[in-house]
């Protein structure tokens, strides 16, 4: 079996409202694809089934660590901190 | 070396005089400078306040990588200077403030409208509008680029 690790994703902008803490904890098998986790996370948030609204805007989000945007290939190999961004609107 | 350019996200008032004192060298002849400020009407509803929500030390590395690729664009050297609000604003307050400056006013107003709209299409920076019937929402944005 493989062995697991923690991924803390903190959240923003219109995904605060999924998580009183702004973050959530994920956790799955290590060297899995960034793609694995955004399906674990948007199953931990938003069950089954989800609403349109909601589910676009997690597709329409990108993962990201405090320097750059990561692809969705990055593989996850330690536990590790990341944030989730959805569509920007700075000015 | 000394770097030409100063980005910050903050929780303070913007600063214009200061954002003009930083841009303003003695081999330029032209500063070009935008400030947003908060509008009491968005899509027909009365705004009373906006709130920006940022990954701060992303947008931060993410703003110094658009002064780094218009200055690469622009012939000729720039000085910039942005800063970006984060927090809760009123109608008429100021979200964000650029200047830029070059010996020349061409490059200035280029660099300025291009730095601008890089912003508003890649920073991590969200904001939610708050009307005056009581209700708030996030603006819809940019999905941003996962090459």
């Known amino acids: ?91 | 070396m000394s770097s030409n350019y100063f980005v910050e996200i903050t929780e303070n008032k913007l600063n214009i005089q200061e954002a003009l004192n930083y841009a303003s060298a003695n081999a330029h002849g032209a500063v070009a400078s935008f400030i947003g400020t908060i509008r009491d009407k968005n899509l027909g509803r009365d705004v009373v306040a906006v709130s920006y929500d940022s990954s701060t030390p992303l947008a931060t590395n993410v703003l110094s990588e658009i002064c780094r690729e218009v200055q690469e664009q622009t012939t000729g050297p720039l000085r910039i200077y942005i800063s970006h609000f984060k927090g809760r604003l009123l109608v008429g307050e100021a979200s964000i403030v650029i200047a830029v400056s070059s010996p020349h006013r061409n490059e200035s107003f280029v660099a300025c409208r291009l730095l601008l709209e890089e912003i508003k299409k890649r920073c991590p920076i969200w904001k939610k509008e708050h009307y005056s019937d009581g209700n708030s929402e996030w603006v819809k944005g940019h999905a941003l680029c996962q090459h």
């Open chain 1, 1 to 91: 079996m493989n062995a697991q690790i923690t991924i803390t994703i903190k959240l923003f902008g219109a995904l605060r409202q999924f998580s009183e803490d702004h973050a959530v904890i994920i956790s799955v098998p290590v060297n899995s694809h960034l793609n694995t986790l955004k399906k674990a996370l948007v199953n931990s948030l938003l069950g089954s089934p989800t609403s349109t609204s909601n589910t676009a805007l997690f597709e329409s989000s990108v993962f990201a660590n405090d320097s750059e945007i990561l692809t969705l290939e990055t593989i996850l190999s330690k536990n590790q901190t990341l944030t989730l961004l959805p569509p920007v609107c700075g000015g």
